[in-house]
């Protein structure tokens, strides 16, 4: 059969409608395909949207329970914080009410000393003087425990001066040389030059001082020595009170700011006092911008360290100056 144009192109026609069919099927093939992908993928969104529904109810509800949690600690913290107050009031009032006959007690005491009821023999003399020195104990707790009082309901007042420091720390001298004696301490003593100047609370200051070394002196062995000396830096200076006394080992170096704390608890201790003196001189060192810090080694000693600031406008810059007040106490309180 001979070949025409027409039987030509009838053959290109149906080679074409051929290849049509098959891009046609190849494309209805991939939106089959395409389609299950989209129907997995909205299952699959619809799944983690209800996943999201779910959450957020249960955020929902965890946040309900978050709000009456902080409202209950919140109830619980401003009836803390009543409690606290009241006893610190109480306390303020039982202080007042028990220094009033102790003070009664000294006064008598000290006009039976004087013999202004009649003489007294040696030893009506020696029991005053165990009533003294059992009032003035007694107040001194009390003290401590109303100072305490007040740094945990924050209403002590700081009066924040320029203090000039080789002053201060040279008064310590008066204070502390009479327990000094009756121990054989070697007290040793050096402060800055008297250009240098710290921006804080003489009294509050003084205080914590006083702490320290009464502190390390109570704790150090007859015989011993105490020392207190200074480090400036730029912009704080830093007093440093070293005994060689028994040591804190080093699970108990932040216990022992902590009230009422006293390591060597119980019947047969040789110490007395509340347990309160560190926790003051801490709380008193913090709320005018310093601290107190404790390095020690058993058997060796312990040094406490108050860091407070510096007050640049009077402080000279020549500031390494470190000049020794007593050389050596012992000689001065007639001490061996």
């Keep these: ?139 001194g707790i009390i003290n401590d425990i109303l100072n305490f009082t007040r740094l945990e309901v924050t209403e002590v007042k700081y009066d924040i001066v320029d203090v000039p420091l080789r002053a201060l720390i040279a008064d310590l001298d008066a204070v502390v040389s009479s327990l000094a004696r009756a121990k054989s301490l070697t007290y040793h003593c050096e402060a800055p030059a008297g250009h240098v100047y710290a921006r804080t609370d003489p009294d509050k200051l003084r205080q914590i001082m006083i702490n320290l070394v009464s502190n390390a002196m109570k704790f150090t062995a007859t015989g011993g020595r105490i020392r207190v000396s200074c480090t400036l830096k730029n912009k704080s200076i830093s007093i440093h009170v070293e005994d060689n006394g028994p040591g804190i080992p080093d699970d108990k170096r932040e216990i022992v700011f902590e009230p009422f704390v006293q390591l060597d608890r119980g019947l047969t201790r040789t110490n007395d006092g509340t347990g309160l003196g560190l926790a003051i001189s801490r709380g008193l060192a913090r709320g005018m911008g310093g601290d107190i810090e404790l390095r020690s080694d058993v058997g060796v000693g312990s040094v406490f360290t108050v860091t407070i600031p510096l007050a640049p406008t009077r402080t000279l810059s020549d500031k390494g100056s470190i000049i020794p007040i007593h050389a050596d106490r012992s000689e001065a309180t007639g001490m061996v």
Excluded: C
Excluded at 41 to 63: F, S, V
């Design 1 to 139: 059969m001979p070949f025409t144009f027409a039987s030509v192109n009838a053959v290109i026609r149906a080679v074409r409608m051929s290849r049509h069919r098959e891009v046609a099927a190849a494309r209805m093939a991939a939106l089959e395909e395409s389609n299950h992908l989209l129907q997995a993928q909205a299952r699959q969104l619809e799944h983690q949207t209800n996943e999201a529904r779910e959450l957020a109810h249960e955020l929902a509800l965890t946040n309900e329970e978050l709000r009456a949690v902080i409202s209950e600690a919140k109830k619980a913290w401003a009836a803390a914080d009543s409690a606290n107050r009241s006893k610190a009031e109480f306390l303020t009032v039982m202080s007042h009410e028990l220094r009033t006959p102790l003070n009664s007690i000294g006064g008598y005491v000290d006009l039976l000393e004087m013999e202004l009821r009649g003489p007294l023999t040696d030893a009506q003399k020696s029991d005053l003087g165990r009533i003294k020195r059992g009032q003035l104990h007694l107040l």
